[in-house]
């Protein structure tokens, strides 16, 4: 197959006239026809893009093709100028670098006992095809895979392939009501990197994308009952979301659309392309989608509040948290798994330009479901993952979450003149609003980033849950009144 015939491309480091030549090419330096001395960092090589509606091969060479395709595993060097054909093939990927998404085949690229991060990593590890249990998912499979070769055989859009995915992968995301699954838009400040060395300028832009799937935790409303209350629903109130993101002290974003609380913590992004379409975009959209449903989650994990101690974590393993990522490449998938650590040393920890933590995404799985094997192992690690979102992932959050909603019922009423603890600003001593107050209540500091319209109507939603918290308390407060009476209320009672 010509797809897997590779092109070098190779980037000279330039340098002024050298005391010592010998000294120099021991070094690996050489000198140029004009002049010049310099020596080659690098040798990337090129594998040619593979359209599967032009590719002629067996099954097994084109996913091989597509893997070489993939992902390159040469990472970002900040202090070099990379040269317009360099950038042209791998400048998305550097760019993302710099902001602090890598992609790696496995881990062993970093040093793990660094990192200090449990994860989970689904396997087939006591797993047998031909187990009976297996009768159920290989039917599943094979169902998947018949779909699969029929888009294929009628070379169908990026729209076929994402609908039966949804039906023949997901389906048990889409049935379970712990869970959502949705093409749903997520908001992000998209970090702006320089023109040739790939590093981040300081500047940043919203942007607002929407991947072809996300998998999130799913919320209701106030007064939806549930099949098991067991289950701590409790903080997956959307009123009492609301009130996490829209307090000026908290301001936690839950639904990766802003001002919403539907689809609550991410933890899988799911991107689709059809027969004509890029896998290697594929792969970096939906690592841009995890990457933000990662700081979300990082956030979560932080001791409450706008103070200092809010840059810790809730407790000592409140970094085990983690995302994953599907794509989808006509019927080739890959599976992912991705942390989110600070930049080790061996990663240019600390050097301008570059972001202070990094996103780390590793392949677990890559095949094509056309055959009901590769179907059925790929149906073996979603359903461990949905086991593992509806159970660890899930109780994670919800421990992590009443911290949280804990902080806010403390602090909802209290201190609406300030969205800073550690204000200088004298005050008498801290006050409950008025209704007649919540004309003037602050947002978070997140609301500052959105259009006027938006923020209008966070501001009136704003409004109206401090007002139903008042009256709530006047209410309350008339209740417990009238149960337990101030000390001489309850004496005149007595006398007379």
């Known amino acids: ?56 091969g067996m099954g097994g060479e084109l996913a091989a ?25 791998w400048g998305d990927d550097l760019a993302d670098n710099a ?58 859009s990026e729209f076929a392939w994402d609908a039966d995915a949804r039906n023949d992968i997901f389906g048990t995301f889409r049935h379970d009501s712990r869970l959502d699954m949705d093409k749903h ?34 919320t209701h409303e106030k007064d939806y009952i549930y099949i098991k209350p067991s289950l701590d629903v409790g903080v997956f109130r959307q009123d009492r979301l609301e009130r996490l993101l829209l307090h000026p002290k908290c301001g936690l974003i839950s639904d990766p659309k802003w001002g919403q609380t539907k689809m609550v913590f991410p933890f899988g992004v799911y991107e689709a392309k059809g027969w004509a379409g890029d896998h ?29 101690k809010s840059e810790r974590y809730q407790t000592e393993r409140s970094h085990d948290f983690q995302a994953f990522v599907f794509t989808s490449y006509g019927a080739h998938w890959h599976v992912l798994v991705g942390i989110k650590h600070p930049r080790l040393p061996e990663q240019y920890a600390g050097v301008e330009g570059l972001s202070k933590d990094i996103t780390l995404f590793r392949k677990i799985w890559s095949g094509s479901i056309e055959s009901q094997r590769g179907a059925w192992e790929l149906l073996v690690l979603v359903d461990q993952i949905r086991r593992w979102a509806v159970t660890t992932f899930r109780d994670f959050v919800i421990q992590h979450l009443k911290a949280w909603h804990e902080y806010c019922d403390a602090n909802y009423l209290e201190d609406w003149d300030t969205d800073d603890e550690n204000s200088k600003k004298p005050q008498a001593k801290k006050r409950k609003r008025e209704v007649s107050d919540a004309g003037d209540v602050r947002l978070p500091k997140w609301c500052k980033l959105v259009d006027e319209p938006l923020r ?10 401090l007002m139903k918290t008042l009256k709530q308390e006047k209410e309350w407060r008339s209740i417990i009144g009238r149960v337990f009476p101030p000390p001489s209320t309850a004496a005149n009672g007595s006398t007379r």
């Open 1 to 56: 197959m010509d797809q897997n015939n590779p092109t070098i491309a190779q980037q000279a480091c330039g340098m002024e006239e050298p005391e010592d030549e010998d000294k120099m090419r021991a070094d690996g330096w050489f000198q140029t026809r004009d002049g010049r001395w310099g020596r080659i960092v690098d040798v990337l090589i090129e594998h040619r893009k593979v359209n599967l509606q032009g590719s002629v």
């Open 99 to 156: 902001r602090g998404i890598y992609y790696a085949d496995d881990l062993r690229a970093i040093d793990k006992s660094k990192l200090r991060i449990e994860i989970f990593v689904p396997s087939f590890d006591g797993i047998d095809w031909n187990e009976r249990t297996q009768k159920r998912r290989r039917k599943r499979a094979l169902t998947a895979s018949s779909n699969a070769l029929q888009n294929g055989m009628w070379k169908r």
């Open 456 to 465: 209008r109507k966070m501001m009136n939603q704003e409004k109206e849950s």
């Open 185 to 218: 838009e997520y908001n992000a400040l998209l970090k702006e990197t320089h023109p040739t060395r790939c590093t981040l300028t300081g500047n940043r832009r919203l942007v607002k994308r929407t991947p072809d799937g996300t998998f999130a935790l799913s």
């Open 280 to 308: 290697r975009e594929a792969r970096r959209q939906a690592c841009a989608g995890a990457h933000r449903y990662l700081n979300m989650l990082d956030l979560l994990a932080r001791i409450p509040g706008t103070s200092a």
């Open 65 to 89: 093709a597509i893997d070489k395709n993939y992902g390159d595993l040469r990472w970002l060097q900040p202090h070099i100028e990379y040269k317009p054909s360099m950038l042209r093939h």
